[in-house]
């Protein structure tokens, strides 16, 4: 059993229905001096420290007493878009965007995706295991307890299936909750540049069918925008995955307007992503299919864009908006959710309320994971992070900087940076 006491802000998002949508996202539930009360993997009460049930737990307790610490305690971040297995560093496009060329014109150049792909290809099972479990506790470092995780950096089908399998190796051993994802619809590989209605069908009649049947993925994603997959083409591959059991997401609308968005509508994809270039008839259509707006603005900060998704139009329009860091090699090299945060409260006028919901709640129901995460709930799984702060608000005001010092999964604590030797 573990008791957290004397907690400066218990924000719960305990309250209002799921997914948050409009002004829904800025209730949070918050206790002040609060208390959480665990039992095994679940949490067994939540109230005032001052109501703290000391009847149900003995002296053999574990207890987290925040005296004079100023800790705020959250649900744990839900990661909800992530690109974590990859080999070798894409650091000179970094230089190159630096020096004025886009993103664009680095990936027509050979790099971009294609580059990581060379990379993965010929970098073993083991060498993989090893990078992901370092990135794996840098997620669990900066507050994030569970995550998605795409593949897309193989494009074969060896070499997807082996991003899929080191997943699944790693979902076995970390204490970081994995939900895994195909995306072997990342990119057209260089061998099929030239006959890329070939590389559709082998999605769709070889490796969609292997990856459900072997039950290595729950979702199956699609980037589809220009340069990439067409609508057309996203189709086709979202019907085979459809059909084979698999939950449907989509990277929309991230470089140009094409019509992923309203494809995921039409198709009620659990979540659409990016969404830079949406238009007032993509919102509409999401909210109509009930489709969560994953915001990622952390790319478009660290590419040096200027345009970022609408979020504002989009949580006035009553779409579920989650928020995520989009962690992969070229574009977004970072598993902070706390800058993210950040990020969408300066660059798209969140509010900190709004962040915090988007990160937690709206990020599990993405995943179709709210039922048990996202939230500080009786009942619920333990999955809280304790943050070094006075209030809440503090973690975007405070940019740049980790704020974590507990991590607790599954009822077990899993990093403590208040203990002393």
Excluded at 178 to 198: C, I, K, N, Q, Y
Excluded at 376 to 392: C, F, H, N, T, W
């Amino acid at each position: 059993m573990l008791v957290l006491k004397n907690i400066a802000q218990v924000v719960t998002l305990g309250v209002g229905p799921v997914p948050r949508c409009g002004t829904e996202m800025e209730e949070l539930g918050i206790i002040p001096d609060g208390a959480v009360l665990i039992r095994g993997q679940r949490i067994a009460w939540v109230g005032p420290s001052s109501d703290l049930p000391l009847h149900q737990y003995g002296s053999n307790a574990g207890t987290i007493d925040g005296t004079g610490l100023e800790l705020v305690a959250l649900p744990g971040f839900v990661d909800s878009h992530t690109h974590p297995i990859f080999a070798g560093s894409r650091v000179d496009e970094y230089e190159m965007r630096c020096r004025g060329k886009s993103y664009q014109e680095i990936s027509a150049a050979g790099g971009g995706i294609r580059a990581s792909v060379r990379q993965l290809r010929q970098t073993s099972f083991g060498q993989l295991v090893r990078h992901g479990e370092k990135v794996f506790r840098q997620f669990l470092r900066h507050g994030t307890t569970t995550i998605e995780a795409k593949s897309g950096y193989g494009l074969s089908m060896e070499d997807e299936l082996k991003i899929l399998r080191v997943i699944e190796r790693l979902r076995s051993r970390s204490r970081l909750e994995v939900v895994p994802t195909f995306l072997g619809a990342h990119a057209v590989p260089d061998e099929f540049r030239d006959s890329r209605h070939v590389y559709v069908e082998k999605l769709v009649k070889e490796m969609i069918p292997r990856v459900a049947r072997e039950g290595l993925a729950r979702f199956c994603d699609v980037f589809c925008d220009t340069g990439y997959f067409t609508v057309e083409e996203a189709r086709t591959i979202l019907t085979a995955a459809r059909d084979h059991g698999l939950g449907l997401r989509i990277h929309a609308e991230e470089l140009r307007h094409g019509g992923g968005a309203r494809l995921a509508a039409e198709f009620g994809a659990r979540s659409a992503d990016h969404l830079e270039w949406v238009d007032d008839g993509d919102i509409a259509a999401l909210r109509r299919a009930g489709t969560v707006a994953t915001l990622l603005p952390g790319t478009a900060f660290n590419l040096g864009l200027t345009r970022y998704p609408p979020a504002r139009a989009l949580i006035e329009a009553r779409v579920p908006v989650a928020l995520a860091t989009d962690f992969n090699p070229g574009s977004c090299f970072t598993p902070n959710l706390q800058l993210i945060l950040s990020i969408a409260c300066s660059q798209m006028s969140m509010t900190p309320a709004e962040a915090v919901t988007a990160a937690t709640i709206n990020g599990a129901y993405s995943l179709g994971l709210a039922e048990r995460l996202g939230s500080i709930e009786r009942g619920k799984q333990a999955d809280i992070v304790l943050m070094s702060i006075p209030d809440y608000r503090e973690i975007p005001y405070r940019l740049g900087v980790n704020h974590c010092v507990v991590a607790i999964k599954r009822g077990r604590v899993v990093l403590n940076l208040l203990e002393r030797p």
